[in-house]
């Protein structure tokens, strides 16, 4: 693999910054792995729930896949919670940021939120406003995520629920979401060099 000249940023040229594009490029196809590695090692994660963090992603994605939604939303249903194990109290935000530049802004904005709006089922048992939500009325994809967090996250604890689809099942869905070539526009400043 060919390496840049520089041990600074700022000493860079025009071809070293070639390579780090092209390899950052030719490493793009590994992701949706790293992806589905990273869901399936929530496989013994319990966090005192009923069932798996694993087998909470797949259940939500099962009712996401069973309800007819977009194969983004599905895909974004199976990765919502992808950072709990390494960032439990702003998973919901390094979620969304992994999704961003591969998914449309409502799939983007309803990931990013879910952890704020999932309060609505507990922040009152905490003395704490159950309907701080309320806040992002008016939001062109405030009911969206309402109806994400009723329909699917929230649902998807359920030690009996018989129906959840396997990893392999929502694999190639990861694959084509992951494939597509990033949106720049819709990726972290951050990111953007």
Request: charged content about 25%; some cysteine; proline content about 4%.
């Amino acid at each position: 693999m060919e390496r840049v000249s520089f041990a600074h940023m700022e000493d860079g040229t025009a071809d070293d910054y070639r390579i780090i594009g092209e390899a950052v490029k030719n490493s793009h196809h590994l992701l949706a792995d790293e992806l589905l590695d990273m869901v399936q090692s929530t496989e013994h994660a319990e966090q005192g729930i009923q069932v798996t963090r694993f087998e909470h992603a797949l259940q939500t994605a099962t009712l996401a896949f069973k309800d007819g939604e977009t194969e983004e939303m599905i895909v974004g249903a199976l990765l919502h919670d992808i950072a709990d194990n390494i960032s439990p109290y702003n998973h919901a935000d390094v979620g969304a940021a992994i999704l961003r530049p591969y998914v449309s802004d409502r799939v983007h904005w309803i990931v990013k939120h879910h952890g704020f709006f999932q309060t609505y089922y507990y922040a009152h048992f905490q003395g704490r406003d159950r309907y701080a939500r309320d806040k992002y009325k008016g939001h062109p994809y405030y009911q969206d995520c309402i109806d994400f967090c009723a329909k699917y996250d929230q649902m998807a604890f359920d030690p009996d629920y018989t129906e959840t689809m396997p990893l392999e099942a929502f694999e190639p869905m990861v694959r084509r979401i992951f494939s597509r070539a990033p949106n720049f526009d819709m990726a972290s400043e951050s990111n953007a060099a």
